[in-house]
């Protein structure tokens, strides 16, 4: 059994997630689209991935950077590492993309503002 709190929507539902012969039976949803979360966090996680990017020829040594969709939750230390080892020479402007199809995922890194 465990618990999940449900993000779609601001009510925040306590959702409890049990296997039941290899089928989740949920409880604690108002929505179906709490079902589709819970069931998501419990098979297949993702997360929108946020972090700072080092910049060369800015009064600001860092940019703020996240990926253009959620990402795997397993693929985001690769995705941490894989930033930790790039430099960007200013200007960056927002929305820019830094890093396309980051670790094979699919989602861009792209920069949140302009710097």
Do not use: H, W
Not at 11 to 31: M, P, R, S
Not at 53 to 60: D, H, L, P, Q
Not at 67 to 94: C, F, H, Q, W, Y
């Amino acid at each position: 059994m465990k618990v999940i709190t449900c993000i779609t929507c601001p009510v925040g539902c306590e959702i409890t997630a049990e296997e039941v012969n290899g089928e989740y039976i949920f409880t604690g949803a108002l929505c179906k689209a709490g079902e589709n979360y819970a069931l998501m966090e419990l098979t297949s996680p993702v997360r929108t991935v946020t972090t700072s990017v080092r910049i060369k020829g800015s009064a600001m040594p860092l940019v703020s950077v996240r990926t253009s969709s959620p990402v795997p939750k397993m693929k985001i230390a690769e995705i941490l590492d894989e930033v930790l080892n790039i430099e960007l020479e200013s200007p960056v402007g927002r929305g820019d993309v830094i890093i396309r199809n980051i670790c094979g995922t699919g989602a861009d890194l792209i920069a949140t503002r302009t710097q």
